[in-house]
């Protein structure tokens, strides 16, 4: 996090991870859809020359608390070609709280090992202590035919204690739950070590509030938890 | 996480000023030159001045309106200069709040916040177009001044300069552009889109280009740090490797005292020094005092190599007559070769008294090794030649020189193993019950000190045919003058050029 008091200004990072083609990026163009424009910027997405392999993507959301401090969220992915380990490196520098995009299929696991080595691997390189740093791990494409059951979730649910999300992200599903879990957890981190709720004078419950109530939240488990979210402007 | 310092904790400084980190600004991402032209040309589409300036005040670009004759018929008046001045100061820095005169108009701006609208004394107009991006202000757009389409005459605030002739005033007030609320609007609307479409792109550019750079920058500390480790290794694989050498050396010595006791006092057996031997008991002693000369010989070579290798060996240089040193070095092999019936030949050059700097007792080792393994390898009946010849300048040598070569008509050395046989401890026949003895070094120590008298030394050979040994020395090794100098030990010859 980046905090400036002087100009009253926090900046959060939030870095989607994951293999290659795990839906990373289809998360941030779900969240782009469904959040107010006032609330957020453009989705940005660089794409490397030689192929179509994406470099990275940002997605800004941003709003300012009843006290007037402007909260800004960052949301990158970073990406998941083997050949790209420093940009993954540079990106994951100052995660405040890191989403694995792991595909749910079964095809996929060793994949998902793999990758999830390379972050454990990445934030040490970078000097992110795993366990400072919040990690919700997603199950993306479980819509596909040969995707792990709600069983198989439990499962990887009781291997660790990162919050599991099962996901479609293309049809943005489960992608502003994951978003959510990440947001709360990022903020009660940083209020443990930083007493961030007192320091700018923003409780937990108004900051995920601030932030969901830009997004159109209908037919997400969200919906009944901020009612308000129908384009009421701030 | 950091607190007003970026990365003032939990990350290392090289971390700290990402691209990522940074907030954007319109410096970073607007081509100066590219958006001027496109700054120019609407603001010539809308006969309107636009001016873009970034959060701290900088001009990214100017448009001139067209107000310029009369602005600055205002400006010659002192009293007007001052007001001009004041305000646009007030325009391109004050606060983006409706204060000093300045109101908001109805609507929301384009990219965000609230549009300003500033008269200015004249009765002409500004508005001010806070530049957002991403929630943050990077900047504003100064329009203006224009003439409002209301605008009937100069305002009285003018008619009070001092000094200002009002009716020249009005005759130019005329030629400035007259802009309807509408037309204004529009103009907004266009200009924001277009500086959008420009920061959206080159906001792209930038990040890529600097983080692409924070990539490289990541991956050289990443290869660095692995040098570094790999130099560690390196250093540690030499140290042992002095070890070794130093500990041959050591060893040998230990070895060669009693060794040289052992020959000695055989020798004095065999002369009757004690007393006379019967034949059987002289055989015997004579045996002793042969397997100990030839472990005497092995043992000094394994003590040359083991100083090499140290780097402890240096060459006490002096004019050498290489012809006298060839024939003196025959005379130590002649008594095996004449016992295995092996024919030896020598061909001398014509000219008297070939001379080199060369540290004598090294390169008679040289010929010596030669001479002995042409000898040891080739089967009784054979031949051993041994020529010496001038030779000119050559790739690799510095000036002329001689070249000695030595040829026997013995097993030969397979292709595959003509680089290897100068390496240490190198047998080319490899096997338990090996024919020819030896440790394999004599070759080792030839290159090395061929090698430390600048020359080269090189072989040809067919198998069961024979072999030419050929060794090129210059007449003066390089850089030496006459003295000491070190043979550098052969493991760092390659790798660490430069
Ligand atoms: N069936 C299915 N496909 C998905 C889902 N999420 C993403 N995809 C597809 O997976 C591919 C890779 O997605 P992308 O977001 O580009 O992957 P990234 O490399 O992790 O950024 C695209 O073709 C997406 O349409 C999902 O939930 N279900
Ligand atoms: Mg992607």
Redesign the pocket.
């Known amino acids: 996090m980046q905090l400036n008091h002087a100009q009253r200004e926090l900046t959060l990072k939030i870095v989607y991870y ?10 941030l163009r779900a969240i782009h859809a469904r959040a107010r424009p006032e609330a957020r910027g453009r989705l940005l997405s660089v794409e490397t020359h030689e192929d179509r392999t ?1 470099f990275f ?1 940002l997605l800004p959301v941003f709003f300012t608390s009843s006290s007037g401090f402007k909260v800004k969220l960052k949301l990158f ?1 970073v990406p ?1 070609q083997v050949v790209h380990d420093a940009t993954r490196r540079v990106v994951l520098q100052n995660a405040d709280a890191v989403a694995f ?1 792991a595909d749910s299929r079964r095809s996929a696991s060793a994949e998902n090992n793999a990758y999830w080595r390379k972050l454990r691997a990445n934030m040490r390189e970078i000097g992110l202590d795993a366990t400072q740093v919040p990690v919700v791990i997603q199950f ?5 035919p040969d995707a792990q059951t709600d069983a198989e979730l439990d499962e990887a649910r009781k291997k660790g204690g990162e919050p599991v999300v099962g ?5 943005g599903e489960g992608v502003m739950e994951t978003l959510h879990v990440l947001l709360q957890s990022a903020w009660r981190n940083l209020d443990e070590r930083a007493r961030l709720s007192r320091n700018i004078s923003l409780t937990e419950k108004e900051f995920l509030t601030h932030i969901f109530q830009q997004m159109d939240l209908t037919g997400t488990s969200l919906e009944s938890l901020y009612p308000t979210a129908a384009g009421r402007p701030r | 996480m950091s607190a007003d310092k970026p990365g003032a904790v939990g990350s290392g400084p090289e971390h700290a000023g990402s691209v990522l980190q940074r907030k954007a600004s319109l410096v970073d991402m607007l081509d100066p030159l590219s958006f001027g032209d496109v700054v120019d040309s609407l603001g010539e589409l809308y006969r309107v001045g636009i001016r873009v300036l970034d959060e701290r005040g900088r001009t990214l670009a100017d448009a001139k309106g067209s107000n310029g004759d009369f602005c600055g018929f205002v400006n010659t008046t002192a009293q007007g200069r001052a007001r001009c001045t004041a305000l646009v100061a007030r325009l391109n820095e004050g606060p983006l709040t409706p204060t000093q005169g300045a109101q908001v108009l109805p609507g929301t701006s384009p990219l965000g916040g609230e549009l300003l609208g500033q008269p200015c004394f004249t009765g002409l107009r500004y508005v001010v177009l806070p530049v957002q991006w991403e929630g943050d202000v990077l900047g504003r757009v100064v329009f203006g001044p224009f003439a409002p389409e209301e605008l009937a005459d100069v305002p009285v605030a003018l008619a009070e300069l001092e000094g200002l002739e009002l009716e020249r005033a009005r005759e130019l007030l005329a030629h400035v552009g007259r802009q309807s609320e509408h037309r204004v609007v529009k103009m907004l609307a266009h200009v924001a889109q277009v500086l959008a479409a420009l920061l959206a792109s080159g906001q792209k550019a930038y990040l890529t280009g600097q983080l692409h750079l924070e990539a490289m920058l990541e991956t050289q500390r990443d290869l660095e740090a692995q040098n570094a480790q790999l130099m560690r290794l390196n250093q540690r694989l030499k140290e042992a490797d002095r070890i070794k050498s130093s500990f041959l050396g050591t060893v040998s010595h230990e070895l060669r005292t009693p060794l040289s006791s052992i020959i000695g006092y055989s020798e004095m057996l065999a002369e009757g020094l004690v007393g006379a031997l019967n034949a059987e008991q002289m055989q015997f002693v004579r045996t002793i005092i042969e397997k100990g000369n030839t472990l005497l010989k092995l043992i000094s070579s394994i003590l040359d190599m083991s100083q090499i290798e140290a780097g402890k060996v240096r060459l006490a240089f002096e004019w050498v007559d290489v012809q006298e040193l060839v024939e003196s070095s025959l005379t130590s092999v002649m008594p095996q070769a004449q016992r295995k019936g092996l024919t030896v030949k020598v061909h001398l050059p014509e000219v008297a008294q070939p001379r080199v700097v060369a540290d004598r007792e090294k390169l008679s080792q040289v010929v010596v090794n030669l001479l002995a393994n042409a000898v040891k390898f080739t089967p009784g009946g054979g031949q051993v030649e041994v020529r010496l010849s001038a030779h000119g300048p050559q790739p690799g040598l510095v000036g002329e020189g001689y070249r000695i070569e030595v040829e026997d008509t013995g097993v030969g050395i397979p292709l595959d193993q003509r680089e290897r046989i100068f390496q240490s401890f190198y047998q080319v026949d490899d096997s338990p019950t090996r024919e020819y003895g030896g440790a394999g070094l004599g070759l080792a120590i030839v290159k090395s000190y061929v090698e430390g008298h600048g020359g080269q030394v090189s072989v040809t050979s067919e198998v069961g045919q024979g072999s030419c040994f050929r060794v090129v020395l210059p007449k003066e090794p390089p850089l030496s003058g006459h003295g000491p100098a070190y043979i550098p030990p052969p493991i760092d010859t390659d790798p660490e050029r430069f």
Request: net charge positive.
């Open positions: 994951g293999p290659g083609l795990s839906g990373k990026t289809t998360n994406l993507d992915t998941g995009i993306n494409k479980r819509d596909l996901a479609v992200a293309l049809r």
